[in-house]
């Protein structure tokens, strides 16, 4: 590779992160504006104020901001890990098992994935007022499985048909009990795959919308985007956009430590139950 | 899981196993606890969208709504036809596939981009392009809608002053004030957010494609551009297709975006939103089930369309292979 070519990616790759990271930056930035910051008119504020964080965590707008924010983490890590167990086992069976059947729950995963969510929201609406699931967790918990369960069940299939799994053969040899045989070397060797699983599940419940404001109407169970979206019809306070911007920050932590510390498995993951030759 | 029977090494070939009943018996219990493992999230995601679909076709035959439940009367296919009479309906119908046209091929472009950058990027710095590029993809779509409405908007924006010096764009541009300026707006967004995907997708068929091909190309004294066109790019064909197809169908069921950013003013209604309104807001359950029913549809017509014209191998996106 030449100088000149490899600057030229340099430079291109420095634009990529710019790209990545831009309106992230901007909204950081948003957060930190004082109201009568707000309409600066320039990227960054004038002086840092918490004015916004504060609002949202102990001021006006924490009796919404706060509920959301623990219906958020506790239904999204419910159905996460709902969603982990039983494509555990259907995995599982995908990958070691000879039976028929299996192309079809494989093609109605794929089904189930490109299904529209709306077309799924308003029969869902009129049958959870019904039945009284209405503006509660499992009422969320119970479509967002039909969000993270297709997904979870191609990407660990796909990893799970590459773990050698005649080593769990080869530790009976040894002298190892089948127990032994699959804590020992078949629970380690799995782990990854349900791992990376369990985090492209979460980031794809954490992300629901449509469910979420459809689905509920109290703090109840309103997730954080659902909140975040009717925060700027309600005019409880004057300008709404500092506030959410803090809130917006807040929802967007956890997502970006999972990708700065599980980067390269989130890629793999991402990669391997799509695309695979 | 396995049966610990069968162990191997006692020495002597291992006499065959009869023939008939051993096989059959192995093969029936292992075709129950195939079905035992995978039955229950099998079960589950038939639950919980069979089962509403089915309803909500059921109700688009009815005149309902939740307002008058006790006036419920069949329909038959009067809602579809109210619908695709109304003008509402083939506005929000072009406006989705507006976004969708436009935001899938400027990412199918940039996507690409992308990840030829990263394949070609130093061993150094790609973590740090894979964790950038990763950002978008996490971040809340709702989060990132409204980061570019406040970047654009009047009260809270850079933008006006920032790009001053473009014609047409003064401080009080108002970008969500027409029905262009908006959708125009609204597709930045989707494209910053879902970009990563399809660039992931497509960085993944980038390297499949063997080496030697390349190497042969160059050595014949091909160009960078005739080594992408003739030698890259249609042995990546099957990645591209894939990434594409669920592209496609991702942006044709916009609904995020558009709801924080404009709420379906000035005609920037897509057909999810048109959905979401007739029946959470109007609570009119027969016309939303109706148009839920046709979003469904148009989905399964781009999804066929794609697999037949395309000749999509699906079985890769299964991961059957």
Redesign the interface.
């Known amino acids: 590779m030449s100088t000149r070519e490899?600057v030229l990616?340099?430079v291109?790759?420095i634009?990529?992160?710019i790209?990545?990271?831009f309106?992230?930056g901007?909204?950081v930035s948003?957060s930190l504006?004082s109201s009568a910051d707000?309409?600066n008119?320039?990227?960054l504020p004038t002086s840092v104020s918490w004015e916004n964080y504060t609002q949202i965590l102990v001021g006006d707008a924490a009796e919404l901001f706060l509920p959301a924010l623990r219906n958020s983490f506790g239904i999204v890590l419910i159905a996460t890990f709902i969603a982990c167990v039983?494509?555990m086992?259907?995995a599982?069976?995908?990958a070691?098992?000879?039976?028929?059947?299996?192309?079809?729950?494989?093609?109605?995963?794929?089904?189930?994935a490109?299904?529209?969510?709306?077309?799924?929201?308003?029969?869902?609406?009129?049958?959870w007022r019904q039945i009284g699931l209405y503006d509660t967790w499992p009422g969320l918990i119970?479509?967002y499985?039909?969000l993270t369960?297709?997904l979870s069940?191609?990407t660990m299939?796909?990893f799970f048909?590459e773990i050698p799994w005649e080593m769990?053969?080869a530790a009976?040899?040894d002298g190892a009990t089948?127990w032994q045989a699959?804590r020992k070397v078949i629970v380690p060797l799995a782990t990854p795959g349900v791992f990376t699983t369990a985090i492209l599940a979460f980031?794809i419940a954490?992300?629901d919308?449509?469910y979420g404001?459809?689905l509920t109407s109290t703090g109840a169970a309103r997730p954080?985007?659902a909140a975040?979206?009717l925060f700027?019809g309600a005019s409880q306070f004057e300008?709404p956009?500092g506030p959410?911007?803090a809130a917006?920050v807040i929802?967007?932590i956890p997502?970006?430590v999972?990708?700065?510390i599980f980067?390269?498995r989130?890629?793999a993951g991402?990669?391997?139950?799509?695309?695979?030759? | 899981?396995?049966t610990?029977t069968?162990?191997?090494?006692t020495g002597g070939a291992a006499p065959a196993p009869p023939e008939g009943t051993g096989t059959s018996d192995k093969?029936r219990s292992?075709?129950r606890?195939?079905?035992m493992?995978?039955g229950?999230?099998?079960a589950?995601?038939?639950l919980?969208?069979a089962?509403?679909?089915a309803?909500?076709v059921y109700?688009s035959l009815f005149d309902y709504r939740?307002t008058d439940p006790a006036n419920r009367s069949f329909a038959g296919l009067n809602n579809y036809l109210v619908v695709l009479t109304d003008e509402i309906w083939w506005i929000s119908f072009g406006v989705t596939v507006f976004i969708t046209v436009v935001t899938v091929a400027v990412e199918l472009v940039l996507g690409f981009?992308?990840a030829l950058?990263?394949m070609?990027?130093?061993k150094a710095?790609r973590?740090?392009?894979?964790?950038?590029?990763?950002?978008?993809?996490?971040?809340?779509?709702?989060?990132?809608a409204?980061?570019?409405q406040?970047?654009f908007?009047l009260?809270?924006?850079?933008v006006?002053?920032?790009f001053s010096w473009l014609p047409g764009v003064t401080?009080d541009t108002d970008w969500f004030g027409g029905t262009w300026s908006s959708l125009f707006v609204v597709c930045l967004a989707e494209i910053?957010k879902t970009t990563?995907?399809i660039s992931?997708?497509l960085?993944?068929?980038l390297a499949?494609v063997p080496d030697v091909l390349q190497e042969a190309a160059r050595v014949d004294g091909a160009t960078w551009w005739q080594r992408m066109w003739k030698v890259t790019i249609p042995n990546m064909k099957?990645?591209i297709m894939?990434?594409l197809l669920?592209r496609t169908?991702d942006a044709?069921?916009v609904?995020?975006t558009v709801?924080?950013m404009t709420g379906g003013a000035n005609n920037t209604e897509t057909v999810?939103f048109l959905?979401?309104r007739q029946?959470?807001d109007r609570l009119e359950?027969g016309l939303?089930?109706a148009v839920?029913?046709l979003?469904?549809l148009s989905?399964v017509v781009i999804?066929v369309g794609f697999i037949k014209g395309f000749k999509v191998d699906?079985s890769?996106?299964?991961?059957?292979?």
């Open positions: 490899r990616w340099i291109a790759g634009a990529i992160v790209y990545a990271l309106p992230v901007w909204i948003l504006k707000i309409a008119g320039q990227f039983l494509s086992f259907a599982y069976a995908i070691r098992l000879n039976f028929r059947g299996k192309r079809l729950i494989l093609s109605t995963a794929l089904a189930v490109i299904f529209p969510v709306i077309s799924i929201v308003t029969p869902l609406y009129n049958l119970i479509p499985l039909s369960l297709p069940i191609w299939s796909a048909r769990e053969q009976q040899v089948s699959f980031f954490w992300n919308f449509a404001i459809s954080v985007p975040l979206g700027s300008s956009n959410i911007a917006a929802v967007t997502v970006v999972l990708v700065l980067q390269r989130i890629v991402l990669t391997n139950g799509a695309v695979k030759g | 899981m396995t610990t069968e162990r191997p090494g093969a292992e075709q606890l195939g079905w493992l995978a229950p999230a099998f589950i995601m038939l919980v969208t089962y509403p679909i309803q909500a109700y939740l981009a992308l950058v990263m070609n990027a130093l710095i973590p740090i392009l894979r964790a950038a590029i990763l950002i978008p993809y996490a971040v809340i779509t709702v989060v990132s409204f980061a570019w406040y970047a908007s009260d809270s924006g850079f006006n002053s920032w401080a910053w990563p995907f992931l997708l960085l993944a068929g499949q099957a990645a894939v990434a669920f169908l044709f069921r609904f995020d709801f924080v999810s959905a979401y029946t959470i359950i939303g089930s839920s029913v979003l469904f989905v999804c699906l890769q996106a299964r991961g059957e292979k």
